[in-house]
């Protein structure tokens, strides 16, 4: 237990004092480090729900209220006002750039998008069927070896090399990681786009429509950071060991991929397929209600936000406009999901376990009205987070408290026993 004045009194009346670091905003941090020295004890927390890993000036959330701030700037301020290149420059450098700096950035980028021959040549060698988030994975592994300039976590020109290059050459590893899907040669980077627009025609290799990229810009600043979610405590995690920043981008891919974080565009759109009509959506209501059915409805729920996502919120309007300029005919599509989400918002197994729309919600519908099959859809999450995870790489290189990640155990095994011959098993 701990009291008032943040100490902890173990069961046989050991006291260890708490120093309590305070927060900007939110939560503040009790260290805990003395605490296993003067209890035997570690703190255990599953999932990390209640353990604050290190301290970030990038973003913040607040999951009661539905706040979400880069830099201290309101994310669906940035969203209507601002593009994908200024919120880059916010997250990695800390204030928004005066024009001259958004300039020389938007520039610079631009002459780092063309990728190296051998990270095309690594995308081309994987199997056409080959899911784009693991080409996307292969590519990044090759990166280190094909930009020496940029990978030592310790030298700050490094870093800002690092972090202009990943965020300039996401796009074009998945744009080639998808026409390689589709049988289809790369399509080379156009200097006269920007961000979201030159995108689209590296993917399609045509002018892309304007309310597309715009709307793809505002995609790209909301899923451009979000604190220490599942991918960027991996990034973090991984960079810790000192590896190079490419590695620690390809583990945070990886934990990108899965449905309960950025794959859950992609099944959200795969689950709407197959619900198909709202006769059904009762159907898949209960079975996501059922414990003993693994199903869970695909774009509701988050750890953090408990009364709305101010992500979604942005999006789903978007939604409708989007559909509506491209003329998409996938409509069907957006009204099953409002139908949905209107069901289940009124269904006390939602409303007790706070449960709403997510930021992948609707973005997966709005992709698919820009003709992307749905395995691009985490690839798009992840060309937007390449942002947040070099700003915290970044960060964290910074930070003089950093030491390797290394998490504790409750051990369940078997105490020690002797060793059992083969032939007396
Ligand atoms: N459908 C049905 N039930 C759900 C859902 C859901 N989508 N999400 C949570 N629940 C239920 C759980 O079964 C649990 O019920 P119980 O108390 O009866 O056991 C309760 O709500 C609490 O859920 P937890 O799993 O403890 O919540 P947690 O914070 O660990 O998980 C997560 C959050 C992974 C996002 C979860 O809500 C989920 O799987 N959602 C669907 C996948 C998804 O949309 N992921 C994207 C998240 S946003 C992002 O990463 C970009």
């Not at 290059?165 to 040669?185: E, K, L, N, V």
């Not at 789903?316 to 409509?331: F, M, P, S, T, Y």
């Not at 992840?382 to 504790?408: F, K, N, S, V």
């Amino acid at each position: 237990m701990t009291d008032s004045s943040d100490k902890l009194v173990s069961r046989d009346g050991h006291t260890v004092p708490l120093k309590r670091r305070a927060s900007v905003l939110g939560a503040d941090a009790l260290e805990i480090s003395g605490m296993a020295a003067a209890t035997g004890a570690y703190g255990y927390d599953p999932g990390y729900a209640a353990t604050i890993s290190c301290t970030s000036r990038i973003t913040y959330v607040d999951g009661e209220k539905g706040v979400l701030m880069y830099r201290g700037y309101a994310a669906d301020e940035l969203a209507r006002n601002s593009n994908f290149e200024e919120v880059s420059w916010l997250l990695l450098h800390g204030e928004l750039p005066k024009p001259s700096e958004l300039q020389a950035f938007s520039d610079e980028l631009k002459t780092l998008r063309a990728c190296a021959p051998e990270v095309l040549a690594t995308i081309a060698a994987m199997p056409a069927h080959a899911h784009p988030m693991s080409v996307i994975g292969a590519a990044l592994s090759v990166m280190p070896a094909a930009h020496t300039d940029c990978i030592a976590p310790n030298d700050a020109d490094h870093r800002r090399r690092f972090s202009h290059r990943a965020i300039a050459a996401m796009p074009t590893i998945a744009a080639a990681a998808f026409r390689h899907s589709q049988g289809q040669a790369p399509v080379s980077p156009r200097e006269d786009l920007g961000h979201a627009a030159n995108l689209l025609y590296m993917m399609f290799g045509k002018d892309p429509n304007p309310t597309a990229a715009k709307a793809l810009d505002t995609l790209l600043v909301l899923h451009a950071d979000h604190e220490q979610n599942c991918s960027t405590s991996t990034v973090r995690m991984a960079g810790s060991s000192g590896v190079n920043p490419f590695s620690s981008l390809a583990a945070g891919c990886a934990a990108l991929w899965g449905p309960a974080h950025g794959g859950a565009n992609e099944a959200v759109l795969k689950m709407l397929e197959a619900i198909g009509s709202p006769e059904r959506i009762e159907e898949y209501i209960a079975r996501a209600k059922d414990p003993n059915d693994p199903f869970r409805l695909m774009g509701f729920g988050h750890r953090v936000y408990k009364n709305f996502d101010p992500r979604a919120t942005i999006i789903r309007d978007i939604c409708h406009e989007v559909l509506k300029a491209l003329r998409a005919g996938r409509g069907r599509l957006f009204r099953l999901a409002r139908n949905l989400e209107e069901i289940a918002l009124s269904d006390r197994y939602f409303k007790s376990r706070r449960l709403y729309p997510n930021v992948d919600f609707y973005s997966g519908i709005i992709y698919r009205a820009m003709k992307l099959p749905a395995e691009m859809f985490t690839p798009m999450f992840a060309i937007a987070r390449t942002a947040g995870w070099a700003a915290h790489w970044c960060e964290m290189h910074e930070d003089p408290e950093l030491r390797i990640g290394r998490p504790r155990q409750l051990y369940m095994g078997p105490k020690p026993r002797a060793y059992i011959p083969a032939e007396d098993r």
